[in-house]
């Protein structure tokens, strides 16, 4: 029976493209209430970064975030170690090291066994595994669909700590992975995906995003963020907004799994999250046009890290990139902010 399940079915959204918008967010966290003194918080719920971090007053700081999702592939076990890879990469966006994780698991009994169930918790203690911790414990409930993801802490030497509000005017702009997971997946589920295609997404949302740690070494990184549910444009967005700072890219420089990206568009194979995206962040791009709107709005999920880089640094940080196996080609700059004019600058 387990052979025969595809788990795309028992969810309304895959991966990160259930993430809520932007804007609906934005929503969702207003409040009226007076935050208490911030003291060792050094980054919190205001800041819209990564994750958490609590300062330890010794040089380190405790990084902690969770994540979780809907399945965004049929195999039990590439989505529990999808996910898993995921909510690690929250960790490793900020410049911290892994040190445990907690699993946060929901699973509709009476409609999927719970052999399979034992599969997605077995692919996140792989995942943790490789990432070199321990998957140390979790919470489940009987849930309506298949829910999978971690609650995860680890720790930073606080001068490593990167941030997604600290890019700085003339900064090089990096995107570790390519994009178009949303794409190939929402095909998937429609049943269009052609078999040489079938691996494309996978292979990308496998791969831990470790490199975060080496580049938050080095000084020549100022801003780090990776790139999920809101897309590469509405995570730009949050870098640009946090800075105070424009950005400029080139949709040719930026890149995607494979031009076949293009031709599913085309036929439709693209997730409802886009649409949400774009309309979040519209108002804040120039010179777009439909392809961008689908593609840099495509929720990511466990996609690469976008990092700003002092431009006289880019050639150890293309180092770094090349090393640990990531694409390694600048997609742009920051650029100073003109008051009332969009944030984001696409050029060919």
């Known amino acids: 029976m387990q052979e025969n399940i595809k788990l795309t079915q028992f969810s309304h959204g895959a991966g990160c493209g259930c993430k809520i918008s932007p804007d609906s967010l934005s929503s969702l966290l207003e409040s009226k209430l007076v935050e208490p003194p911030q003291g060792n918080l050094l980054v919190g719920n205001q800041h819209r970064d990564d994750a958490a971090v609590y300062d330890l007053l010794d040089g380190r700081a405790i990084i902690s975030t969770t994540d979780f999702f809907t399945p965004i592939v049929d195999d039990p076990f590439n989505f529990g170690r999808i996910a898993a890879t995921n909510a690690l990469s929250d960790i490793y966006a900020m410049g911290g090291t892994p040190a445990m994780a907690i699993a946060i698991f929901g699973w509709p009994i009476g409609k999927l066994p719970l052999s399979a169930g034992q599969r997605v918790i077995e692919g996140g203690r792989k995942t943790?595994?490789?990432a070199g911790i321990h998957l140390a414990g979790g919470h489940s409930i009987d849930s309506p669909e298949p829910i999978f993801g971690l609650a995860a802490t680890g720790t930073v030497p606080i001068?490593?700590?990167?941030?997604?509000?600290?890019?700085?005017?003339?900064?090089?702009?990096?995107?570790?992975?390519?994009?178009?997971?949303?794409?190939?997946?929402?095909?998937?589920?429609?049943?269009?995906?052609?078999?040489?295609?079938?691996?494309?997404?996978?292979i990308s949302m496998l791969k831990l995003n470790k490199v975060g740690i080496s580049l938050a070494a080095h000084p020549g990184v100022t801003a780090m963020t990776d790139v999920t549910g809101f897309g590469l444009l509405g995570h730009l967005l949050e870098v640009c907004r946090g800075s105070n700072v424009s950005a400029k890219v080139s949709r040719s420089l930026i890149p995607v799994l494979d031009k076949c990206i293009y031709d599913y568009c085309d036929n439709g194979a693209v997730p409802g999250g886009s649409?949400?995206?774009?309309?979040?962040?519209?108002?804040?791009?120039?010179?777009?046009?439909?392809?961008?709107?689908?593609?840099?709005?495509?929720?990511?999920?466990?996609?690469?890290?976008?990092?700003?880089?002092?431009?006289?640094?880019?050639?150890?940080?293309?180092?770094?990139?090349?090393?640990?196996?990531?694409?390694?080609?600048?997609?742009?700059?920051?650029?100073?902010?003109?008051?009332?004019q969009p944030q984001i600058h696409i050029s060919a």
């Open 128 to 130: 943790c595994h490789d």
């Open 159 to 202: 001068a490593n700590l990167k941030k997604n509000n600290t890019a700085r005017v003339g900064d090089t702009l990096f995107l570790t992975k390519p994009l178009g997971v949303g794409i190939l997946t929402t095909a998937g589920k429609r049943g269009i995906l052609l078999p040489e295609h079938a691996k494309l997404a996978e």
């Open 275 to 340: 649409e949400r995206n774009w309309k979040s962040c519209k108002d804040d791009i120039i010179n777009s046009n439909l392809y961008d709107e689908k593609i840099f709005c495509d929720p990511q999920t466990s996609g690469g890290l976008l990092v700003t880089v002092r431009p006289e640094k880019q050639a150890i940080v293309e180092k770094i990139l090349k090393t640990h196996d990531c694409f390694y080609s600048s997609i742009g700059s920051i650029i100073p902010k003109k008051i009332d």
